[in-house]
């Protein structure tokens, strides 16, 4: 089943939406696999926008996403990393429809909210960055076993 990587940036941890956020996925049917609250060392967050490195924005990008706690997730499911960009809304909060997470809390491009890989490539190599095979534990849903 296709995995993704999504963070709640250090904006959205300061707001207090990691528990609304983490409700649209699970609302919208997608299994959570793997969490932790971290601050990023520079170099993972280096690492992690390397393809901006060349931007003008790049040290600030990277000062913020290192300014104090994420929450870093793998979320899984069908399709989980093209929906969860469509969830997330455009990178822009102002061109952000509203409905999306962006669309809904972000105002200013550089303090989003929310990441989320951007293909199968990015997902591969975010979760291996962030996160030790280990800490991805795969369920099965018991739902129907525990209720009925
Ligand atoms: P992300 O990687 O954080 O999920 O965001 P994204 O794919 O929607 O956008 P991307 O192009 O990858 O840009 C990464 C982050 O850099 C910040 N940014 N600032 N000042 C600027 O013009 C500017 N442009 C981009 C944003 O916070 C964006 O999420
Ligand atoms: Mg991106």
Do not use: C
């Not at 959205?12 to 609250?37: C, D, H, M, T, Y």
């Not at 060392?41 to 913020?64: I, M, N, T």
């Not at 300014?67 to 909060?93: C, H, L, N, Y």
């Amino acid at each position: 089943m296709e995995k993704t990587f999504l963070m709640v940036k250090p904006d959205g941890v300061q707001r207090g939406l990691i528990g609304e956020i983490v409700s649209r996925f699970e609302n919208k049917g997608f299994q959570l696999v793997g969490a932790k609250l971290m601050v990023i060392p520079r170099s993972v967050a280096e690492q992690h926008y390397g393809e901006h490195q060349d931007k003008p924005f790049f040290g600030e990008l990277v000062d913020f996403i290192t300014s104090g706690p994420v929450f870093a997730m793998v979320w899984e499911g069908e399709d989980v990393i093209a929906t969860a960009r469509q969830m997330m809304g455009k990178t822009k909060p102002a061109e952000a429809t509203p409905g999306t997470i962006r669309g809904d809390y972000g105002v200013t491009v550089g303090k989003n909210i929310i990441h989320g890989s951007d293909s199968p490539t990015s997902a591969k190599r975010e979760i291996a960055l962030f996160f030790d095979e280990k800490e991805i534990a795969s369920w099965e849903k018991l739902l129907n076993r525990w209720v009925y």
